[in-house]
């Protein structure tokens, strides 16, 4: 078996991204030394202009040098360096496991239509998009604490982001997205306990992402205001 690749690793992020929680959790999981810069995305520095094609995070820099971008990329080459076995061996399984973490994506970005939904009729139907994404999910879940079974994969890295998001969602809205899904909600349990996955955010994620939500001028939006303003006069 070969060696794991001792590069010199600079991940370049933001404290709130989801896809930079990837990033971070295959970091972690393998247990592979590296650099965070967090940027403030609404105030790029010009030099990060220079690193990201895209104007995104993450953003790993590999060696001062070779810059790699989008996430997926970037966790598997964590994986595929440090001896990882966050993907399949087999190439049928390897592919089924890719088309998941593009769902993962697209459940992202529907979480993004739900929180900038300034008006019932658009939260409504943005939030019966999740449903459908979580359903198709929840009939896709075996009864293992992880997605491809007892081992902790990428697509467990791609999943933790969206169920940080829904955590917090529920406090906002009252009511439990998962009520429903038991399998889900055993995943989300194991994935919350991880500690590769509890490494990728600061501990104070949850009020940076409620204070995030607050200045959205949305359903939710509103709602977070509204707790943030409880919380200043308790």
Same mark, same amino acid.
């Given at each position: ?9 600079? @991940? ?40 990201? =094609?895209?104007?995104?995070? =993450? ?11 989008? #996430? ?71 009864? #293992? ?7 902790? #994969? @990428? ?5 933790? =982001? ?10 906002? @809205? ?28 600061? =501990? ?13 001028? #949305? ?16």
């Amino acid at each position: 078996m070969s060696k794991p690749v001792n590069n010199k690793l600079t @991940l370049i992020s933001h404290k709130l991204c989801p896809y930079v929680q990837r990033a971070v959790t295959a970091l972690e999981e393998n247990g592979v030394p590296y650099q965070r810069i967090d940027i403030d995305l609404a105030n790029k520095p010009d030099w990060f202009k220079d690193k990201s =094609p895209l104007g995104k995070v =993450p953003v790993l820099v590999v060696n001062d040098a070779t810059v790699l971008f989008e #996430s997926a990329v970037i966790s598997e080459y964590i994986n595929d360096t440090h001896q990882g076995k966050m993907l399949a061996d087999q190439p049928l399984e390897r592919a089924r496991q890719r088309a998941w973490i593009e769902f993962a994506s697209a459940t992202l970005n529907n979480i993004g239509q739900l929180y900038n939904a300034d008006d019932e009729i658009h939260f409504s139907a943005a939030e019966h998009q999740l449903k459908k994404k979580f359903s198709q999910l929840e009939k896709n879940l075996g009864s #293992s604490d992880y997605f491809s079974g007892a081992k902790f #994969s @990428l697509i467990d890295a791609a999943f933790a =982001p969206v169920f940080r998001y829904i955590e917090v969602f529920d406090d906002l @809205l009252g009511r439990e997205f998962f009520k429903h899904q038991p399998r889900i909600q055993h995943w989300r349990q194991q994935l919350a306990q991880r500690p590769a996955v509890i490494k990728a955010v600061s =501990p104070d994620y949850p009020e940076r992402l409620t204070e995030f939500l607050a200045g959205r001028d #949305s359903k939710i939006g509103r709602l977070a205001q509204n707790t943030i303003n409880l919380r200043e006069t308790a």
